[in-house]
């Protein structure tokens, strides 16, 4: 076992296990990890597709009960609202794989400098909810879940965080505040799951890695960690959202994105 990429592993796991759910962007954190301790892109696809894996089982744990429930009792009406807010990101996904952007993205830590400056001012001015009576999730319209889908596509922009912009989307379009989270972490199942269907297709397809570099000890222990930190981190976003609190994260982005924007604009010269 090699020491150094475990540690490496681990230092990037309790940051996707945190990143992922709080409104800061894992994408946006693990590509300027990946800048500072000089990954290279073989090991940068097997360790996100690893803990990928390990948040999304986060949330299967999390919702455990709810998806039990939404299984059992067939709400078709929730599981359809869910399938009509993932096509704005399924589409933008699958785009920015065909024409080859998302390594530019991801590489260009300009681009996570600006997404956490845009991140932050969402959560500054979208994380208040709308006024008046507020819709539960088995009264959102479809029009509601495909802006909620739109938000969560244009969180596929490293910086950008997920969660942050489908909870801010939702609140703004009058959706109860604990159903915002319930949605948007609903979304994030198919979401989570195809990008990581998709980085493991391109990458054996492309021959960057094989299927057993998946199963390394290190990145077995990385999947545990993220999936393990991944469920506190649900725990207590839902509980700042509750509280009104979310909006807090928007001083630490501001003052991660501008030092990683001026990072960004000095290695371009």
């Not at 999390?62 to 998806?67: A, E, K, N, P, V």
Request: charged share 15%.
């Amino acid at each position: 076992m090699d020491i150094q990429h475990l540690i490496d592993i681990i230092f990037m796991a309790v940051f996707q296990g945190v990143a992922e759910f709080l409104p800061i962007s894992s994408s946006g954190h693990l590509a300027v990890i990946a800048k500072l301790i000089g990954y290279n892109p073989d090991e940068v696809v097997t360790t996100s597709i690893a803990l990928h894996a390990g948040t999304l089982l986060s949330i299967l744990v999390f919702y455990f009960h709810s998806l039990l429930k939404l299984l059992t009792q067939r709400e078709y009406r929730t599981i359809l609202l869910v399938a009509a807010a993932t096509v704005p990101v399924g589409i933008l996904g699958v785009t920015y794989k065909k024409i080859g952007i998302d390594e530019f993205l991801f590489t260009c830590i300009l681009v996570s400098g600006i997404g956490f400056l845009i991140t932050a001012t969402f959560l500054r001015f979208g994380m208040k909810a709308k006024t008046g009576k507020t819709v539960p999730l088995k009264d959102m319209t479809f029009k509601q879940a495909i802006l909620i889908g739109v938000a969560q596509a244009i969180a596929i922009l490293p910086g950008i965080s997920r969660s942050g912009s489908t909870i801010a989307a939702a609140l703004r379009l009058g959706v109860d505040k604990a159903d915002c989270a319930r949605f948007s972490f609903y979304l994030a199942i198919p979401t989570i799951a195809g990008a990581a269907v998709l980085e493991l297709a391109s990458a054996l397809k492309d021959k960057a890695i094989t299927a057993g570099a998946l199963f390394t000890p290190e990145l077995l222990i990385g999947f545990v960690l993220s999936a393990v930190i991944g469920w506190v981190s649900l725990k207590l976003l839902v509980a700042m959202l509750n509280k009104g609190k979310l909006e807090y994260f928007s001083w630490y982005l501001y003052a991660v994105g501008i030092a990683v924007v001026v990072w960004g604009i000095v290695d371009l010269l």
